[in-house]
């Protein structure tokens, strides 16, 4: 079983759109850094890669800015992904990316484990520590104190529900405000809490993004059964959660035992923006002064898939705050996370990021909010560095403490 292979590098015009937009290009002016670049090794390097090819090939974010870019539409994302997939051994960044997402992500108890961890922790060390510098996931939980909120071993599947709830990594183990802010959310909007599925594990990105595929697809299996109990929709907070579980019909395209289930599943889901912005009726939002300047930021996710969410979440947020969110001078920026990426290329990553912590700060935002969890992780990240003072939040906690 295998993903469209080959790279098309005889399709690439070598027009140079892709390198005006490319996140990583920008930073290290590398043209083996650009799409263009990256398709040209393909047709030299396929067939004898080295360790400093496997490293070309994990300095991509996967962002799709390229893609968008393209005037022959490559999809160079889905090309470095099966490239990666053909390097299974290599050592390095991608092979800690293949170990990390092998070892953690895909088990809730471990990565749980982490979260308390992480929280005992933080809480015995003193506010002033330098640590706490350097511990990526410091103060992104805003109520430690006060989790009462259902935990996904222990839902169990709901009657009344109009909706189900995928949670994700990040909702269920690290920021627990995330599922707790949506959950009451949608009962709002919907008028029943919803269901969650409790069998739901990672949604699978970080195995699909650094080729592991087999693992990518074991916990794509696992999702689709779990939420096969019923026909409701099924809303993610996550804008990388939403987008690659719209992707699992590609994972199975050609495995007859998984491709209907799989398109089944992906029909069924709703991006978190788009379904309150749908069910904006049944949530009377007060209206604040102190909300007046907000600035979202657009998950690369949501912003080159292929299903472009760009204008829900700020349709949302006038709907919610009566304003506009704040726009950059120069328009989105990615943030530089890139799931998996921020830890193989931590210096790349930070480089990317301090731009837009810069323009950010520049606005005088009240709040930054956004609904992807690695955009999240890295903006607190980028608050942390010390140019930025405004509060960094999950959207569903603005709107849920905006509910009358
Ligand atoms: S934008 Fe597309 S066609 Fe143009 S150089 Fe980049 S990959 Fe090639
Ligand atoms: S996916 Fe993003 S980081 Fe990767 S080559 Fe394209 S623009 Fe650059």
């Not at 706490?132 to 992104?140: A, N, Q």
Request: neutral net charge; glycine residues 6%; charged residues 20%.
């Amino acid at each position: 079983m295998s993903l469209s292979r080959n790279p098309a590098p005889e399709k690439c015009a070598k027009c140079g759109a892709c390198t005006t937009v490319c996140p990583v290009y920008q930073v290290t002016g590398k043209e083996s850094h650009t799409a263009r670049g990256r398709l040209h090794l393909f047709t030299l390097l396929e067939n004898n890669a080295s360790r400093a090819y496997a490293d070309i090939l994990s300095q991509c974010l996967l962002c799709g800015a390229c893609s968008d870019a393209c005037p022959r539409g490559i999809d160079i994302p889905a090309k470095i992904r099966n490239a990666r997939h053909d390097l299974p051994d290599l050592a390095g960044p991608l092979h800690f990316k293949k170990l990390l997402t092998k070892k953690a992500l895909s088990s809730p108890n471990l990565l749980e484990g982490l979260g308390t961890l992480h929280k005992n922790l933080l809480a015995k060390l003193p506010k002033e520590s330098g640590l706490r510098k350097v511990l990526p996931f410091h103060g992104i939980s805003e109520k430690e104190e006060n989790h009462n909120f259902p935990s996904l071993h222990e839902s169990e599947a709901l009657p009344d529900a109009q909706l189900s709830y995928f949670a994700g990594c990040m909702a269920s183990y690290l920021v627990p405000e995330i599922q707790s802010a949506t959950l009451q959310l949608a009962e709002r909007a919907t008028g029943s809490p919803p269901a969650i599925p409790a069998d739901q594990s990672c949604c699978g990105l970080a195995s699909y993004s650094s080729g592991d595929l087999k693992e990518a697809r074991k916990l794509a299996q696992r999702n689709i059964t779990a939420f096969a109990d019923s026909a409701l929709p099924i809303l993610t907070s996550c804008a990388s959660c939403y987008s690659h579980l719209s992707n699992y019909p590609e994972l199975f395209a050609d495995d007859p035992d998984w491709s209907d289930a799989a398109t089944q599943f992906a029909s069924r889901l709703y991006e978190f923006s788009s379904f309150f912005l749908d069910n904006l009726e049944e949530l009377p939002f007060a209206e604040n002064q102190a909300t007046a300047d907000i600035f979202y930021h657009d998950p690369c996710h949501l912003r080159f898939s292929q299903k472009k969410t760009i204008t829900p979440p700020r349709s949302l947020i006038k709907a919610a705050t009566g304003h506009s969110p704040l726009e950059l001078p120069h328009g989105p920026q990615c943030c530089g996370n890139g799931g998996l990426f921020s830890l193989a290329h931590g210096d790349l990553s930070r480089q990317i990021l301090q731009p837009l912590i810069h323009e950010i700060s520049e606005l005088s935002a009240c709040q930054v909010v956004t609904t992807c969890s690695g955009c999240l992780l890295q903006l607190m990240k980028g608050k942390k560095s010390g140019s930025m003072q405004t509060k960094v939040r999950h959207l569903s906690i603005l709107l849920n403490d905006l509910l009358k």
